[in-house]
Each structure stands twice: as structure tokens, then as C-alpha cells.
């Protein structure tokens, strides 16, 4: 199959738009990440995404709207709380988990009773969702695994021949996924992964915000998954990734006396010297962070890294989405220097 490029136009959203209605898949950015669309329920296009990344069956997918009033077709029992995040967050990276219709097929749910469901940022995502008249099941467009597509070229690496489109949208300004939310009651909110809007943020509408022991820690056996995505391999370019806690002196000390061919430090902007291999920076603060990390990651493979040090970001705000990916990426393979 030929995977053509297109742009952000209306002209050729239409385009798109129409490939959708037929059933077919299409890479679409949003602010976090590039997805790979199609119509959440139709259970044969879905079943493509599925194919196309090669995605384990019972990981659910987050369906995508463009309009409020869509929220309550696709779930039921949804907290009043849901609707003021709503109001606050859309458009943008928040992911709420409710009990779905049966509008929503078993397989976009990846077998659960619940779906995800989030309003993208980006005015190309907002015009495809609204052109082709569907909710879109969209998961980030990588090959299943690897690291998000930030870019147009990144979905184009990964999906170039298995799918009908790649809609240019330009580079994605969050870098990291939506934040996930379950609701354990009224007035709290449960996050099962960190992203864009951070715990500060929503609680400043819900009363409490519990984090997931799974988003920092490696999940031990018989504990329980509350979302399928924490269990598998993710985020991990071909490079063998390494993160190191501590000072710019102690990570330069450790790196140097691991240096060798093929090694790189991914450190952060203003660490000048000191290091014997290549470095690249990846941004100063959390949302720097965020935005280059996948780009990062996968550049490493470009140059044919074999391993790569990374210095580990703080885990507050936006930061906190940049360890969760960092560790899973690392395959929780951190140091302390
Ligand atoms: O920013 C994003 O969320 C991007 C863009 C394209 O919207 N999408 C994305 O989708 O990151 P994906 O499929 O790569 O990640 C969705 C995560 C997975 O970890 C999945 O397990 C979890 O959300 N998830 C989806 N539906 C769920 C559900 N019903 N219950 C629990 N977790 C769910
Ligand atoms: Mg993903």
C-alpha cells in the first residue's frame, strides 16, 4: 500500500477525512503525540490499528471527539466532575476513563467495560474528527514499543505502507502523551499515566488526586493493572537506555568511565564539558523535555547508538511524564551516582 503525505489544508483533511469514513487508517497529530486513526467503531478498522502496531489485543485505545456533547454517546454514569474537567482541560492532553456504551465495540475497549476519551488541541485532529462525522480510536502512531512520533517523518518511519495517510500537522508542542484519569469517586481522580496536564493542575478541581504507584515503579507480580499500558515494554528505541540520578560531575564521572564506541549522554541544556562521548541536550525543564524526549530517543537510533545515558529529570509537573516514559524506556534500569 502507498502511504501518501498529506498537509494540513482543509483540501486535504477532506481527503483524509473521506479515507476514514472508508474504513481505512490515517496518522493524525495532536498536541501530545501523532495517532493512528481510524473509526472507534467500526471493529474491522480497528482491528487494523491493531495490526498496523502491532499492539497486544487487550491494550484499549483512547477514542477521540471534537465536540462535548459527544462524550455522553459514547459513555454513561459520568461524574459531575468529569464534565468540570471537561469544561477546564478541553481541548487537550486529558484521558478520562468511563463506563462505555455499547456503541463503543470490545475491541476499540481492548475487552474492558470502560473506555478512554479525550478532545485533541490540534485544529487538524479537530477538523478530521469533525469532517468525517465519527469519534476516532486513536493510539499513538508508533510501532508498538517504540517511541511516540513527535513528527510527520516519525509516523511516516513507522507506518509508511501499511496505512492510507500521514497528515502533516508540524511538530507536536506537548512531546508526551494525554494524562490518563480514572475516577475513584465525586472528588477524586486517580492518574494512571502522567502527561500533559499534571496533578497540580487538576487539583484545582478535584478535591484529591492520587498518583499510581505503577507510573514510578516497576509492577510486581499479582499487583493490579489498572491500565494495560503499564504492563508491557515502552517507549524503547533499538539503544539500550540507562538513566542516571545525581549531579552533572557524578553523571559525567560514571559515563566517562563507561565511554566506548558507539556510547552518548542525552543531558540537559546549560551541562557544558566535562563528558568523553557525544552528548544532546533535551531541554532544560519539564516541558522542554517532554516536547524533545521521543525526537531524542529516536535520533539515538539514527546514529546507531548502542547505549545512552540519560540524565533524569525531575519528576514534577510535565517532568513527571518525562520520568514515567524515561524509566519505561530504561526498562527501569536507573542509577544513582
Ligand atoms: O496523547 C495521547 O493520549 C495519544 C494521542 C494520539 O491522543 N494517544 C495515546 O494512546 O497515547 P495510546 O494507545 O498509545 O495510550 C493509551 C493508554 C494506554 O496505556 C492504555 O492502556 C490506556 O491509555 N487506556 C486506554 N483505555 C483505557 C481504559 N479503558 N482503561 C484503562 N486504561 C486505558
Ligand atoms: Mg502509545
Known sequence: METILLSAETADIEKAAAMIKNGELVGMPTETVYGLAANATDPKAVAGIFAAKGRPADNPLIVHIAELRKLSELAEDIPVLAYRLAEKFWPG???????????????????LDTVGIRMPAHPAALELIRKSGLSLAAPSGNVSGYPSPTKAEHMMRDMNGKISAVIDGGDCTVGVESTVISFENENTVRILRPGGVTREQLLEEAENVIIDPAILHELT?????????????????????IMIEGSYEAFCRYVNENAGENIYALVFDGDEGGLAVPSVKYGCNGSEQAQNLFSCLRDMDEKAAKTV??????????????????????GFEVIQV
Open 93 to 111: 492532553p486529558l484521558t478520562m476513563i468511563l463506563k462505555k456504551k455499547p456503541c463503543i465495540p470490545d475491541i476499540t475497549s481492548g475487552g
Open 221 to 241: 507480580e499479582g499487583q493490579t493493572v489498572r491500565s494495560p499500558g503499564m504492563k508491557y515494554q515502552h517507549y524503547s528505541p533499538i539503544a539500550h537506555v
Open 309 to 330: 545515558y540519560v540524565r533524569a529529570p525531575e519528576p514534577e509537573g510535565v517532568g513527571l511524564a518525562v520520568y514515567n516514559r524515561l524509566i519505561r524506556a530504561a
